[in-house]
Nanobody, 124 residues
Framework: QVQLVESGGGLVQAGGSLRLSCAFS????????MGWFRQAPRKDREFVAA????????FYADSVKGRFTISRDNADEMVYLQMNSLKPEDTAVYYC?????????????????WGRGTQVTVST
């Protein structure tokens, strides 16, 4: 059973930065593609970023492209989301996800496993 634990959320002013972390345990980390999703109040959960298990290719939602960077450390079994130039509309609970599919499309599937989320609040 995969376990995911997010950390690093908090309150930040618009234009600021935060770095989210996700600790993975329970299976072989290097065989999972990893992603970040978010859910704002009264809105559906949406894809933010993903990184493949095989070659480290990254994918981003248009709304965060150029501002957010996803990365992974296979040795430490961690995945990160560096968020820069934050906007109030980035306010949401951010969830880490893991997927074992070799052809995961995070825009169509939320993944196999989820963490409990970490709150990010961006003030004006």
């Amino acid at each position: 059973q995969v376990q995911l634990v997010e950390s690093g959320g908090g309150l930040v002013q618009a234009g600021g930065s935060l770095r989210l972390s996700c600790a993975f345990s329970g299976r072989t980390f290097g065989t999972y593609s990893m992603g970040w999703f978010r859910q704002a109040p009264r809105k559906d959960r949406e894809f933010v970023a993903a990184i493949s298990w095989s070659d480290g290719n990254t994918f981003y939602a248009d709304s965060v492209k150029g501002r957010f960077t996803i990365s992974r450390d296979n040795a430490d079994e961690m995945v990160y989301l560096q968020m820069n130039s934050l906007k109030p509309e980035d306010t949401a609970v951010y969830y880490c996800a893991a997927d074992a599919s070799r052809a995961w499309d995070p825009t169509k599937s939320w993944g196999d496993y989820w963490g409990r989320g970490t709150q990010v609040t961006v003030s004006t």
